[in-house]
């Protein structure tokens, strides 16, 4: 009988483990395909853009010009919704002087394609060539910044392009650590197929890198965002905010854009 328990037991844990390795993509990606709201729902006069990738998937993005940029935000968004849901965000960005590129994943938004962790890099590279070869914009003129999932797949762009400076919100040490922390009883480790494995890369980034967390984030920890911070090589600052994953920057009001200010009066102004 205790023999038999412990056979479906272990059964159960490997039907378990197999249905998390199955669907690991849909548990990291929440794409939304349809366009809820635009810049001018907030009165900013934007740019409907596409473009292309490296393995010819179509891209969905905004330019949202600033009338004096000081710099261009390129923009890497979380894993849930589409840039319709980023309005807040790009009103502070805007309202510090910095024109905005804001883009959809494949699969988000009107972007073809799905969502995999390499695509997401190639769609940011296409951003930012976009930027650079179409608009014409100076290299250390751009802002990498990322929230969340987009804060890997910022750290990722910033190895590949070399940037003026690169701002991490919300960010986590890799996808294998930070599913330990919701499946602490699987082998994450062994089944992940998805790494975005910041963490590795922050002594490669030789660019300034702001680091936005908030202590009271309740899906990221706040200890992943100081290893990366510790991890980084100089120049590197620290902000920290207060309030929950999704709202921190929000209700943290002015520490939130004073921090960013400062940073960007350091950082951008000899450029």
């Known amino acids: 009988m205790i023999y038999a328990v412990l056979i479906g037991i272990l059964l159960g844990y490997v039907v378990l483990v197999a249905f998390v390795f199955a669907r690991q993509g849909s548990m990291l990606y929440f794409p939304e395909r349809v366009i809820s709201n635009t810049p001018k729902e907030i009165g900013l006069d934007y740019q409907e853009l596409s473009f292309g990738t490296k393995d010819d998937v179509t891209i969905s993005a905004w330019y949202i010009p600033a009338e004096h940029e000081r710099g261009v935000l390129l923009f890497c968004h979380g894993n849930a919704g589409n840039i319709s849901h980023r309005l807040d965000s790009i009103r502070i960005f805007h309202d510090l002087n910095l024109s905005i590129l804001i883009f959809d994943y494949r699969g988000y938004g009107k972007s073809g394609g799905s969502p995999t962790e390499k695509g997401t890099y190639l769609d940011a590279e296409a951003a930012w060539d976009y930027l650079v070869k ?53 082998p994450v480790r062994m089944i992940s197929r998805y790494h975005y494995a910041s963490g590795d890369k922050m002594s490669g980034i030789s660019i300034p890198k702001l680091f936005i967390h908030s202590p009271q984030d309740e899906l990221i920890p ?41 940073f960007l009066s350091r950082y951008l102004s000899s450029l």
């Open 134 to 186: 179409v608009l014409h914009v100076r290299p250390e003129k751009i802002i990498l910044f990322g929230r969340s999932l987009g804060s890997a797949v910022a750290a990722e762009l910033a190895l590949r392009r070399k940037a003026g400076a690169v701002i991490m919100e919300s960010g986590f040490t890799s996808i294998p650590d930070l599913g330990e922390k919701f499946f602490p009883h699987l």
């Open 222 to 262: 706040f200890e992943h965002a100081l290893i990366l911070f510790n991890k980084a090589s100089h120049p590197k600052e620290f902000l920290e905010i207060r309030g929950s994953h999704n709202e921190g920057f929000l209700s943290s009001g002015s520490l939130y854009r004073d921090g960013l200010e400062r």
